[in-house]
C-alpha cells in the first residue's frame, strides 16, 4: 500500500505564484486508497490522481478604501402646484411618464379667466384713446405735445395776450375796472385749466401702467391655467383628476429628474480625516449585483450626527441610462489616503464559503473568514491568518500535504506521520476526503493505532 503512495508521488504538481515564493509542496492524492473513502467500493474516477495548488500568504501595504452606504435621491425634485383657482379639465401625463421642460402637465378651466383679461384689455384701449395715442404707440415724455394740452395751452395764451391788452386799455382810460377784472379771472381760469390739463395727462399715464399691468396679470393667470413641467424629467405621483376643483397651492404633481442622481452616504466620524471632496466612489445597488457605477463626492457635512455617530456626504453621479432609480441602497467605497499593512492571498484560493483552507498543528482544522475587501485583481485581504501559513484553493476533491514550517521533507516511511491533510468534500461520488496523513504506522490511510 505504501509502495502505491510512492508511485503517486510521480504526478507531485507544484505551481509558483507569480509574486511570492510557495512555501508548501502539494502531492497528488488518489481517492483509491483504503480509508479515504466511506464506500467500500472505489470508481475509476476516483483512482486517478488530483492536482493541487500551493500559495503563500503574503503581507504588503495598500490603500484603505472606506466602506459607507446610503440612498439615492434625485438631482431635483419638485411639487408641482396651482397657481390660480379653477376646475380641472384635463390632466395630461400620468405616474412614470417622461417630460420636457416647458410641456403641459393639467389643463384648468381657462373661461373666466379669459372674460378677465379681456376686460383688462378694453381698459387699457380706453386709456389710451384719453391720451390719444395708438393701441401700440408708447406714451410721449413730453405731456404738452398732446393734443388736449395743446389746446389748453392755446386757450392760456389768447386769455394772457387779452389780460395784457385790458392792461393798456385801463392805463389810457379807454375801459373800465370791472372789464380788467374780467380780463384778468379769464386768464387765472385758462391757466388753471392748463395745469389742470397737465396733471391729466399725468394721471393718464400712470393709469395706463396699472391697466398695462393688470392686463399682463390678467394674461398670466389665463397661462398658469395650464400647469408645466419646470424641468426634464419623470412624474412621480398624481394628485388629481379631471372634474376636481382646485385652489391656488394646491399641489397635484411630484416631479423628479433622474438623468442624474445624489447618492447621500452615511460615513463614520472616524473617517472623516480620510474623505475629500472631489474623489471618486464606487457604488453598488442590490437591484444590479456585479455591475459598480461611479460617482464623485461633491459635498462634505461639516456636522456629525450625535445619534448616528456619522456625516453625510454627497456623490453626484449620471443615470442616463436610467438604470438608477431615487430610493435604492447603495453600498459605497470611498478612496482614502490612508496606508496599511495586510495579509494577502491569490483570488484562487478562496474558496466556496468566502474563505481559505489554513495549516495548523494537529487536530486537523478549516478556518473560514470572510474576506474583507478585494484590492487587487489576483489578490484577496483575509483576517485571522499568519504569514507561514499555506493557502489552497477551497475546490471539492482537492486534497494536499504541506510542510511545517522550517523542516525538509523526510525520506523515511514515517513521513506520514509528521504531515497533515485538510480536505473538501467531494462532489462526485460522495466521498469526503479527511485527515488521511495523522494515521498511524500500519495503514497510510488506516484507522489510527491505539
Known amino acids: 500500500m505504501f509502495a502505491a503512495f510512492i508511485r503517486n508521488l510521480e504526478h507531485l504538481t507544484v505551481q509558483s505564484f507569480t509574486r511570492l ?3 508548501g509542496i502539494a502531492l497528488l492524492v488518489g481517492a483509491s486508497f483504503v480509508g479515504c473513502s466511506n464506500s467500500k467500493g472505489a470508481s475509476a474516477n476516483n483512482s486517478r490522481p488530483l492536482p ?10 495598500a490603500r484603505r478604501n472606506v466602506q459607507a452606504v446610503g440612498s439615492l435621491f434625485a438631482l431635483e425634485e419638485s411639487t408641482l402646484s396651482a397657481e390660480v383657482d379653477g376646475v380641472v379639465s384635463k390632466v395630461l401625463v400620468d405616474v412614470g411618464d417622461t417630460v420636457t421642460a416647458g410641456q403641459p402637465l393639467v389643463l384648468l378651466d381657462q373661461r373666466e379667466l379669459a372674460f378677465d383679461l379681456e376686460r383688462q384689455r378694453g381698459a387699457v384701449r380706453a386709456v389710451r384713446a384719453q391720451l390719444g395715442i395708438g393701441p401700440d404707440a408708447p406714451p410721449p415724455p413730453d405731456s404738452r405735445t398732446l393734443p388736449s394740452v395743446q389746446h389748453a395751452q392755446a386757450d ?6 387779452k389780460y395784457a391788452r385790458a392792461q393798456g386799455l385801463f392805463k389810457d382810460r379807454l375801459i373800465s375796472q370791472q372789464q380788467l377784472d374780467e380780463a384778468a379771472s379769464r386768464y387765472q381760469s385758462t391757466k388753471a385749466t392748463y395745469e389742470i390739463s397737465l396733471q391729466e395727462i399725468d394721471r393718464l399715464k400712470a393709469l395706463l401702467i396699472s391697466t398695462e399691468a393688470s392686463e399682463k396679470l390678467a394674461e398670466k393667470k389665463l397661462s398658469d391655467a395650464t400647469v408645466r413641467a419646470p424641468f426634464s424629467g419623470s412624474i412621480r405621483s398624481r394628485n388629481i383628476h379631471p372634474g376636481e376643483y382646485l385652489r391656488a397651492q394646491t399641489a397635484v404633481m411630484v416631479l423628479v429628474r433622474t438623468d442624474s442622481l445624489r447618492a447621500r452616504l452615511a460615513v463614520p466620524e472616524r473617517w472623516a480625516g480620510w474623505v475629500n471632496q472631489n474623489a471618486i466612489v464606487n457604488l453598488q445597488v442590490e437591484a444590479f449585483p456585479g455591475d459598480t457605477f461611479h460617482g464623485r463626492i461633491s459635498r462634505i457635512n461639516p456636522a456629525v450626527s450625535q445619534d448616528s455617530r456619522t456625516f453625510e456626504a454627497e456623490a453626484l453621479l449620471e443615470n442616463k441610462d436610467g438604470r438608477l432609480k431615487p430610493g435604492f441602497f447603495v453600498q459605497a467605497s470611498l478612496p482614502s489616503e490612508k496606508q496599511e499593512k495586510a495579509l494577502f492571498v491569490p483570488d484562487q484560493a478562496v474558496n466556496y464559503r468566502y474563505g481559505v483552507y489554513k495549516r495548523r498543528p494537529p487536530p486537523r482544522r478549516k478556518k473560514t473568514k470572510l474576506c474583507a475587501h478585494e484590492l487587487h485583481t489576483n489578490l484577496r485581504q483575509a ?17 494536499f500535504l504541506s510542510r511545517p514550517p522550517g523542516r525538509s521533507f523526510p525520506k523515511s516511511r514515517s513521513r506520514h506521520r509528521r504531515y497533515q491533510v485538510e480536505s473538501a468534500r467531494s462532489n462526485a461520488g460522495g466521498n469526503d476526503y ?3 496523513f495523522a494515521a498511524g504506522r500500519r495503514s497510510l490511510f488506516g484507522q489510527r493505532n491505539r
Open 52 to 61: 493541487v495548488h500551493i500559495y503563500t500568504v503574503a503581507e504588503e501595504t
Open 434 to 436: 479527511r485527515s488521511c
Open 21 to 23: 515564493k510557495p512555501i
Open 383 to 399: 483576517s485571522g491568518l499568519h504569514r507561514d501559513a499555506d493557502r489552497i484553493p477551497g475546490d471539492a476533491r482537492r486534497v
Open 156 to 161: 392760456l395764451f389768447d386769455a394772457e395776450r
